[in-house]
């Protein structure tokens, strides 16, 4: 591009700018003896000659092509309410960051003259004229604009296509408002019309305002930029003020459509006027502020109604966080508000730009030669000090090197930029649409340039500018974003601090930011607290940020952080109180290394010796009566039983499987089954020989033998058939698994023991065993002088009985883990005491008094006979 070349020599100018301006000021004051080097040091700067050939006049320049600019100069001082003709209005008092901006244009204008190479043998004019932010103001200049040629006149035709207007393009204006008001105006001509400060969103659309462009982002992006950072600290809980204009209402209207999207509740809105007293108004919004306890306040404001609206703020000593809008954000009026450093923080956003290193020297020469004609009478000196169209400020005849301060305000080195991009793209739109190379452009002494025709190709300009890329998009808006600023209270004033910028993405440093807070910690503003994980909001009020948390119940969760209600799980998941997410179910079991199991194992191999020691002892004394007695044979089967059941408890250790809970709880009834239908089947003998001695005498070796065997083939045979139809009708481990309705986290994975009837039959026929061994040796008589068989019976069978009686209820009310520890520890209880109440007796008889263990002491249960005492005892 053309204008590629220009950044190589910003730093020799402005060193030839800096020593030219000191040459000139000490010029006026020694003409005498700095008049000579001052002409030698201009002729070796020859790049900075034009400083010395700018025009005094600072709001019109002839040229062969001119542009209009839009500037707002004064502030009103007259009473609208008592307007009665159209000129019955007053802009008399000087708005210093309005006319530091028309000033940039000049500059603006008077660079690309000097610099041949943008538009070479054509001089570019400009008129600036002010605004006054008033639409009867602006009316005037804009008409002008419009008229035809140098005319003044704005001719009326039924085809304005080959209409060459008095300007190629207008500059401004500054805010929305009258944007709003000549925009469409201007739009229907087609003239080009840059704005450097309107951001309302609105002006995008090209069916309203086909011609608006401009070199400042919209309000939609500074929008969002403002979302962004209030979901950075957590603020969901805000107020929002805007100043009563296009600016003000529009950008007021789209933060509180987004806030909404993105969860942020606006808890109030209010707008100060800007036609009448702001006054009450701005009271009456504070009060509001207050009462809704936000501790932010978002301010989309114009710079005069944001002035007015913190000195009451001042007054009121209001100290919350305060979020700017680029329109005031950087206003050095507001930064000088007395006692402004007790409002709190202050957040604000500006448009990107790059410092215009040539800005300072330049308004060093001119107010030096304004100084310098001023001291010579030139006939610049006005006749009136009153502001007029053609002339916006007469004072302006007064400015001198001392007030720089005009132009180095932080906010105007800030905007000036956008001036001065907007005048370079036109320039450079004019480059290329009269097809200039970098020494001559050919344009005809008569030949016209229609604004629409300049239109067409100011949209497609794309150049570099001082190091920033500048070109629009079809919506006339330009490639740029935001720097995030933050308000320092100082002892001499306020600086402001960049810690961030936002383009498409929020980028800040928090660390830089200064909060006026206790231990400068972050301030809250938020309506209810955030909810902790696995609780979701129920709305209270109007408000979605305003709410009760409740927490979600198992089986359910929260999904998102700003659920109102607890999703369910999905089928096969499960999740506890208040969680976030749901899980497939674990399974627990009785593992090796719990303390339950090893106590079970203990207690098992107690158990199990005791049964072994018993075994053993009655396998030493095999052939004695009292072994005999007790069964022989069948008693060794009983204990070896008793045993086998005792170790086949270590099948509810360990994981469960399918083969182990199919031989679990069969092998764990007919076990005892055999030992019970042993002890029954002497119970019946005890029976027929008390009840029936005569007649069971000679049968005595055939119910001891064949009978006994027969008792418990058939007792064992109705058992092994009831724990098969248990094994067939109860599901497999993995059907049961299968089938299970998952509405838990972790479970306790057993044997299944469904259905419950069955798992009862099997268990309770051994009872029925153990109860009519009990019934039929309960009111059996002693022999006396002998062996009282009935009663160790009669005591094992009831313990027996009462074990698993008591064990019914407390089982059905126990949870998984709990059943099965209680089911192998009521077994070992039940398996002890036919241990110790039907074999210890017989253990002490044959280690204690070994002198019982005799024919004649067992003589009813071996030979069936009872002696002559026994009979009349009976």
Not at 417 to 445: I, K, R, W
Not at 683 to 697: A, D, G, R
Not at 735 to 750: D, G, I, M, P, Y
């Amino acid at each position: 591009m053309i204008l590629l070349g220009i950044k190589e020599n910003i730093l020799e100018r402005s060193a030839c700018f800096q020593i030219s301006t000191l040459l000139s000021t000490l010029h006026v004051l020694l003409p005498h003896y700095l008049l000579l080097l001052h002409v030698f040091w201009m002729l070796g700067c020859a790049e900075a000659d034009w400083l010395q050939n700018i025009s005094t006049d600072l709001f019109r320049s002839p040229g062969d092509i001119l542009l209009g600019g839009l500037f707002p100069i004064n502030e009103l001082t007259s009473d609208l309410s008592q307007r009665e003709e159209p000129d019955d209005i007053e802009c008399n008092s000087i708005n210093n960051y309005g006319l530091g901006l028309a000033l940039v244009m000049k500059f603006s204008v008077d660079y690309i003259n000097a610099d041949q190479r943008i538009l070479p043998g054509i001089k570019l004019g400009f008129e600036t004229y002010d605004t006054c932010t008033q639409p009867a103001v602006i009316m005037k200049p804009t008409l002008l604009f419009l008229s035809e040629g140098s005319t003044g006149e704005v001719a009326v035709r039924c085809n304005y296509t080959d209409y060459a207007t008095r300007v190629v393009a207008v500059i401004g204006p500054y805010s929305s408002e009258m944007v709003s008001i000549v925009g469409k105006l201007l739009g229907f001509f087609l003239i080009p019309q840059i704005s450097y400060g309107a951001t309302s969103d609105k002006f995008s659309d090209k069916g309203l305002y086909p011609s608006f462009m401009r070199t400042v982002p919209t309000d939609k992006g500074q929008v969002e930029a403002i979302v962004e950072l209030l979901k950075e600290f957590g603020w969901n809980w805000v107020a929002v003020v805007a100043s009563e204009d296009e600016y003000g209402r529009e950008g007021q209207r789209q933060f509180s459509a987004l806030a909404g999207e993105k969860g942020i509740c606006v808890a109030y809105e209010g707008l100060i006027p800007i036609y009448s007293n702001p006054g009450p108004t701005i009271r009456n919004i504070l009060e509001h502020i207050n009462t809704t306890s936000v501790g932010v306040v978002v301010l989309f404001s114009l710079s005069q109604p944001a002035l007015k609206f913190f000195r009451e703020v001042i007054q009121q000593n209001m100290k919350l966080v305060w979020v700017g809008s680029t329109a005031w954000a950087l206003h050095n009026d507001i930064a000088s508000l007395p006692n402004i450093n007790t409002v709190g923080t202050i957040l604000a956003f500006a448009e990107m730009s790059t410092p215009l290193s040539l800005l300072s020297p330049y308004f060093q020469t001119l107010f030096s030669k304004i100084q310098q004609e001023r001291q010579e009478q030139r006939p610049l000196d006005p006749s009136s000090s009153i502001p007029s169209m053609g002339n916006p400020c007469p004072s302006c005849w007064h400015l001198s090197p001392d007030n720089m301060s005009l132009v180095e305000d932080t906010l105007l080195k800030r905007t000036a930029f956008s001036v001065y991009a907007a005048v370079h793209s036109v320039a450079q739109a004019l480059h290329d649409m009269l097809g200039c190379n970098t020494t001559f452009c050919p344009l005809e002494s008569d030949q016209k340039i229609y604004p629409w025709q300049l239109l067409e190709v100011l949209k497609k300009v794309s150049l570099n500018i001082t190091g920033t890329h500048i070109e629009f998009d079809e919506m006339g808006n330009p490639s740029m974003g935001y720097d995030v600023m933050v308000w320092i209270w100082q002892e001499h004033g306020v600086t402001f601090r960049q810690i961030g910028n936002f383009l498409g993405n929020l980028s800040i440093d928090k660390t830089l930011i200064e909060w006026h807070t206790v231990s400068n910690k972050v301030p809250m503003s938020n309506c209810s607290a955030d909810c902790k994980t696995g609780e979701v909001r129920r709305v209270k009020g109007f408000h979605s940020c305003c709410f009760d948390c409740i927490p979600c119940l198992e089986g359910t969760f929260q999904n998102n952080t700003d659920d109102i209600q607890c999703t369910n799980c999905p089928e096969g998941q499960w999740s506890t109180p208040r969680s976030n997410h749901c899980v497939d179910p674990t399974y627990t079991y009785l593992a090796w290394d719990s303390h339950e199991s090893l106590g079970l194992v203990l207690a098992g191999v107690v158990v199990l010796i005791c049964e072994a020691v018993v075994t053993v002892l009655f396998l030493r004394h095999w052939d004695t009566p009292v072994v005999k007695a007790t069964g022989g044979p069948l008693c060794a089967l009983s204990l070896l039983c008793l045993m086998g059941c005792c170790a086949s408890l270590v099948l509810f250790l360990g994981p469960p499987g399918d083969v182990m809970c199919r031989l679990q709880l069969p092998l764990n009834a007919i076990f005892p089954t055999v030992t019970l239908s042993t002890i029954l089947a002497i119970s019946l003998q005890i029976v027929c020989v008390t009840e029936f001695p005569e007649k069971t005498s000679p049968h005595l070796q055939t119910l001891r033998g064949p009978g006994s065997c027969l008792v418990v083939l058939a007792c064992c045979g109705v058992q092994a058939g009831l724990c098969g139809w248990f094994v067939q009708v109860a599901p497999s481990l993995t059907t049961f698994r299968s089938e299970l309705r998952v509405e838990f986290v972790e479970r306790f994975l057993s044997c299944p023991v469904t259905p419950l009837l069955s798992f009862g039959i099997v268990l309770g026929f051994n009872g029925l065993l153990a109860l009519i061994s009990f019934m039929c040796t309960f009111m059996a008589l002693k022999p006396a002088g002998q062996y009282n068989m009935a009663r160790d019976i009669t005591i094992s069978t009831l313990a027996y009985c009462v074990v698993w009686v008591i064990f019914v209820p407390i089982y059905t009310g126990l949870d998984d883990r709990k059943k099965s520890i209680a089911h192998v520890t009521v077994t070992l209880i039940s398996h002890m005491g036919l241990v110790a109440a039907y074999f210890f007796p017989k253990c002490h008889l044959l280690m204690k008094t070994p002198e019982l263990n005799t024919a004649d002491h067992f003589r009813a249960y071996l030979e069936g006979k009872i002696t002559p005492q026994e009979e009349q005892a009976q």
